[in-house]
């Protein structure tokens, strides 16, 4: 079952240890923006999948943290939200691990929980649609021998 959160309020995530994030909610809006972030498009073909998923995990901070708290500068003065901010906090490992967890796999999970019939999982081919066209007659029994 899919359910569904009608407020749209922006939440607090808290990314123990560490900083509050305010962020705004997940939408299908904020993911298909995320996915054409420049910073994305501009990826070398040759990006591995580390550089993509950093640099889209970061597209959608930028559009989904509004305010923080807990986040300073180097002598511990407050910083305000900024993309460039943002870009710093998820160079910090703990912070991108709790991020994705947090707010972005909340996403994929409600993305899981659609399919409603999911294909077996036993099998090499398990989920496999055929591509061959159907055979125009039956094949002939080899000869025996």
Not at 5 to 34: E, I, K, Y
Not at 64 to 80: F, H, K, P, S
Not at 117 to 127: E, H, K, R, Y
């Amino acid at each position: 079952m899919i359910r569904l959160n009608l407020t749209a309020t922006p939440q607090w995530l808290d990314l123990s240890p560490g900083p509050r994030l305010l962020v705004g909610p997940l939408t299908t809006a904020l993911m298909v923006s995320a996915r054409a972030d420049i910073a994305i498009e501009s990826l070398p073909d040759t990006a591995s999948t580390e550089e993509l998923a950093l640099a889209m995990a970061k597209a959608v901070a930028r559009r989904a943290i509004l305010d923080w708290e807990g986040v300073g500068d180097e002598d511990g003065n407050v910083v305000a939200v900024t993309p460039e901010g943002i870009d710093a906090l998820l160079e910090i490992w703990p912070v991108f691990e709790a991020f994705q967890t947090g707010y972005v796999a909340k996403g994929l999970i409600l993305d899981a929980e659609k399919n409603v019939s999911a294909p077996s999982p036993s099998g090499p081919s398990a989920g496999a649609t055929g591509i061959a066209p159907p055979a125009k007659r039956a094949a002939r029994t080899a000869p025996q021998d």
